[in-house]
């Protein structure tokens, strides 16, 4: 855990619900990401929950040179913070085929590659590519039982890969696997579900290779999942965790094994005090993540007893017997239930380090598109 009192001496300058990064935390847990992964030439972290170039270029400086993203916006912050080899974890339809021919002829020299599992779909991409007189390395997407994209392992799915290496404009990429499913609490049992998911993967990879396709990469996992492949020495093999370099309280709570600190709390201010046992503050699901239920979307350190009874776009109702302790435009910071859609409900984020606001840093990539 990291050693840190989250106090900020002077918040007056920070606008109020702030998203506010504890720049010390997350070296600490950019450390221990690194400790667990055992040699940081095997991580490729996912950005989806910073989204932001001054993290990136944190990353880049202790030497993670591979990275992961979802989405163009993400994938033109992480280029324009100087990363040179990005896969788009996302299956390329609609426009984004020819954004990822603009994304390519823009990026000369960064490696870019996408997901994919489906032979139309990679179709169109080559023709695209091949046109434009480029060639994109493609990963299979495997479903290793989470039913949100991916296709099994099986004769499609080695059908498919195939069209990888046939095709003009593609060439094989490997294999992306993230078990998102695989949220056990019990290490235990989440590492013989994540083992699972390997050997799935690692066969799959042996059957293609006996084909004599190439399969120079797996890139597999989350945060659940990474202290598990963590243990697999597979060359291979590519870790992708992303939510462990801010980390969140349901992860904390989920997986009590991980050793990470919530580097990135919200700053807030009581506004009302509408009842004797209630006070409102300015939290509303414009600035928190509201998938999760009304009593995980946010907890406050200093008042861990209060139960959040409504919330609305700007408000945030707390029900505690300590509400006369409190007045209007005195603070509280709240650890998200979820910090990567919180992150992206802020335009910057505040950066505190011994204390003070010394910087802020933008959330760019979390528009749906920069320039591509
Ligand atoms: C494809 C993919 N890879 C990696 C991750 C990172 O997982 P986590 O948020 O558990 O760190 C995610 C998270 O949603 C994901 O969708």
């Keep these: ?105 823009r990026y000369i020299d960064v490696t870019f590659m996408a997901t994919a599992d489906d032979a139309a779909m990679v179709e169109e991409l080559a023709n695209a590519m ?72 690692a066969d799959f990879r042996d059957h293609l290779e006996s084909l004599g396709l190439s399969v120079p990469r797996i890139v597999a996992g989350g945060t659940g999942s990474f202290p598990v492949y963590a243990t697999i020495t597979d060359p291979a093999l590519e870790l992708s965790p992303g939510t462990n370099t801010f980390f969140d309280n349901n992860y904390g709570r989920m997986f009590p094994d991980l050793n990470y600190t919530p580097a990135a709390r919200i700053l807030t201010r009581v506004i009302s005090r509408p009842t004797h046992d209630t006070i409102t503050v300015d939290l509303g699901y414009k600035a928190c993540a509201s998938d999760p239920d009304l009593t995980r979307r946010v907890v406050f350190p200093d008042l861990p007893q209060a139960e959040p009874v409504l919330q609305n776009e700007e408000h945030l109702v707390l029900r505690t017997d300590k509400a006369n302790d409190y007045s209007p435009g005195d603070e509280l910071l709240a650890i998200p239930g979820h910090i990567c859609p919180t992150s992206a409900l802020h335009k910057s984020a505040y950066v505190v380090e011994n204390e003070q606001v010394t910087e802020c840093w933008e959330v760019s990539s979390r528009d749906r598109w920069l320039t591509i």
């Design 1 to 105: 855990m990291a050693d840190c009192n989250f106090k900020i001496q002077d918040t007056s300058s920070i606008v109020s619900p702030g998203l506010v990064v504890f720049r010390d935390v997350m070296n600490a847990n950019l450390a221990e990401m690194i400790r667990q992964a055992g040699d940081v030439n095997r991580l490729r972290p996912h950005c989806k929950t910073h989204k932001m170039a001054e993290v990136t270029r944190i990353q880049l400086a202790l030497g993670i040179t591979k990275h992961k993203c979802a989405t163009f916006a993400e994938a033109e912050m992480l280029a324009e913070a100087g990363v040179k080899d990005i896969l788009l974890a996302y299956n390329l339809v609609g426009p984004n085929v020819q954004r990822a021919v603009a994304f390519m002829n």
């Design 130 to 201: 091949s046109a434009a007189g480029q060639t994109i390395e493609l990963l299979i997407d495997l479903d290793s039982g989470q039913h949100r994209t991916g296709i099994e392992p099986g004769e499609a799915a080695c059908q498919l890969y195939q069209l990888f290496h046939d095709l003009p404009g593609i060439t094989p990429g490997g294999i992306h696997l993230y078990d998102g499913q695989n949220h056990q609490t019990d290490l235990e049992e989440r590492r013989q579900a994540v083992m699972a998911c390997w050997q799935l993967a």
